[in-house]
């Protein structure tokens, strides 16, 4: 893909590693996502148009200031277990900044259910799903899933970013409902969200041996700087067969 | 005594049996270990009864009382046309309060502990396979339809801007 853009400058948009995601690569390099709705923006984000054959095709910034996910990307995360046609539960969808990229990247044929208990938030939730119909808003409180199970299916990935301290529990929880076996969960955990005394270290790792006991394996961990600051993301595979246990069906 | 299980949809109320078996750790484990698998899935739970929102507005009601834990009108109908011979029946939920007011006012016997929530994950995972008519756009479809209705409703009383917390 290559292509103009305005004022001479030349940008190339090509493909991330991970599916569904891009880099736009011009002056300065950027994150980007394929614009579900071209023409439309989320947050006054900056948007790339460049010519693909006969096709104008769009693209919008992603800044890693701004979102957790986008800073997980750059920083390097291994997966993220969403792409083009994934199911994603999102937890703490706050006004749907990053839940509009994350639609950009499931597409068409994937599905982003978008929990969000604040009202204020909500409403902007609400109108970024009014444009992009992969997005189903769910006001409601994610530390009562049975108050919206019969909104959500089944799905591949669950994504939470709700900075409080049973944050653990409430993935847990929601897990048990609507995440599939050998689904994955990416969490971004806050340190003094949990404990604003302890240090960060001794906090993700008291997380990470909570989702542990909940069937919830973690498998990757990395720290969100240069971005955010006592911040970690981690990743991990739900129900997965525990090691070098052989399968007792035959 | 037969068992069976209410699962509660976008698209309406389905009730579904479960195959006896004499010891109810059976049954947990044949169903946990064939719980991604429709085929083998099937052998274990049937579909009983589907009974669909009549509209939108109908489904909001309904979702609201769910997500209350209140036994709503239309679902104590529909059990109660559902399992005639009521006294020897007992359900699997999802919700100890409307599981409460099902076993209060239908007296049928009510559960939502051990093995429903896996059966009820199974159930997630395969439900536009046993409705006739459903499959997975028209159930997304449904899903996003009442996910905004409930959604809105939940904030537009809210004028001034101000979240409620609710602890």
């Known amino acids: 893909t290559g292509g103009g853009f305005r004022g001479g400058i030349k940008v190339y948009v090509e493909p991330h590693r991970l599916s569904g995601v891009f880099i736009a690569r011009g002056k300065e390099d950027a994150l980007v996502t394929l614009n579900l709705v071209p023409g439309n923006e989320v947050y006054g984000e900056k948007k790339i148009a460049v010519q693909d054959g006969e096709n104008k095709v769009e693209y919008r910034a992603w800044n890693p200031f701004r979102s957790k996910l986008a800073a997980a990307i750059l920083g390097g995360i291994d997966n993220i277990h969403m792409k083009p046609g994934s199911k994603v539960l999102y937890l703490g969808a706050a006004s749907g900044t990053t839940v509009s990229h994350v639609a950009d990247i499931v597409g068409p044929e994937g599905l982003v259910y978008a929990v969000e208990f604040s009202h204020r938030s909500g409403r902007d939730l609400i109108n970024v799903a009014k444009k992009r119909t992969n997005i189903i808003p769910i006001i409601e409180d994610a530390r009562h899933p049975h108050k919206y199970r019969m909104l959500v299916g089944m799905v591949d990935t669950i994504f939470a970013d709700v900075a409080q301290p049973d944050q653990a529990r409430i993935v847990a929880i929601n897990a048990h409902h609507f995440l599939k076996n050998l689904g994955h969960f990416v969490i971004s955990i806050k340190a003094n969200c949990i404990d604003s005394t302890a240090q960060p270290e001794a906090v993700f790792a008291g997380e990470v041996k909570k989702l542990r006991s909940e069937q919830l394996k973690p498998e990757e961990q990395l720290t969100l700087e240069p971005y955010e600051r006592d911040h970690a993301v981690v990743v991990g595979t739900y129900r997965a067969p525990a090691k070098g246990k052989k399968d007792e069906d035959e | ?167």
Request: aromatic content about 8%; charged content about 25%; overall charge neutral.
């Open chain 2, 1 to 167: 005594m037969a068992m069976y299980v209410l699962f509660e949809h976008a698209s309406g109320f389905g009730l579904f049996s479960v195959k006896e078996f004499e010891e109810i750790s059976m049954l947990q484990s044949q169903v946990e270990k064939n719980v991604t698998e429709f085929g083998k899935f099937a052998g274990l739970i049937k579909l009983h009864a589907f009974s669909p929102f009549k509209s939108g507005a109908n489904a909001l009601d309904n979702m609201n009382c769910i997500s209350e834990g209140l036994l709503h009108d239309d679902l104590k109908l529909f059990l109660d046309t559902n399992l005639s011979e009521r006294r020897e029946n007992n359900i699997r939920g999802r919700d100890s309060k409307i599981g409460a007011a099902i076993q209060e006012e239908l007296g049928i016997t009510c559960q939502t502990s051990g093995v429903a929530s896996e059966i009820i994950r199974g159930l997630r995972y395969h439900f536009p396979r046993f409705v006739k008519g459903l499959s997975d756009q028209s159930q997304s479809k449904a899903q996003l339809g009442l996910g905004h209705s409930y959604s809105r409703a939940k904030v537009k009383f809210n004028v001034h801007r101000v979240d409620n917390m609710i602890i």
